[in-house]
């Protein structure tokens, strides 16, 4: 069992910059990839990116490639999300995920993902 506890959510300006943080609890949690993922209202939940085991390799979804920034910090079990130039279509509850996997440079199906924080809202202003 993982653990996920996301914070670091609130209002930005467009244009402004915010970091989320994922902390990683229980069972080897180091050994999984991780993934932030987000939902905005009347959408259905959509991949923003992902973090592999190792931190060496990292996946995006186009919307946020070259804005948004995915790293962690295995000593201290922790996933971020550095969000860069956000814009109003970035608003949403951003949630935290921990996929399984074999090998350090890969990641999960975008549906392969086990375990889930409760998500942080970021809302961002024009």
């Known amino acids: 069992q993982v653990q996920l506890v996301e914070s670091g959510g609130g209002l930005v300006q467009a244009g402004g910059s915010l970091r989320l943080s994922c902390a990683a609890s229980?069972?080897?949690?180091?050994?999984?990839?991780m993934g932030w993922f987000r939902r905005a209202p009347g959408k259905e939940r959509e991949f923003v990116a992902a973090i592999s085991r190792s931190g060496r390799s990292t996946d995006y979804a186009e919307s946020v490639q070259g804005r948004f920034t995915i790293s962690r910090d295995n000593a201290k079990n922790t996933v971020y999300l550095q969000m860069n130039s956000p814009n109003p279509g970035d608003t949403a509850v951003y949630y935290c995920?921990?996929?399984?996997?074999?090998?350090?440079?890969?990641?999960?199906?975008?549906?392969?993902?086990?375990?889930w924080g409760q998500g942080t809202q970021v809302t961002v202003s024009s």
């Open positions: 229980g069972r080897t949690s180091i050994l999984y990839a």
């Open positions: 995920a921990a996929g399984p996997v074999l090998l350090p440079d890969m990641f999960p199906p975008r549906n392969g993902y086990n375990y």
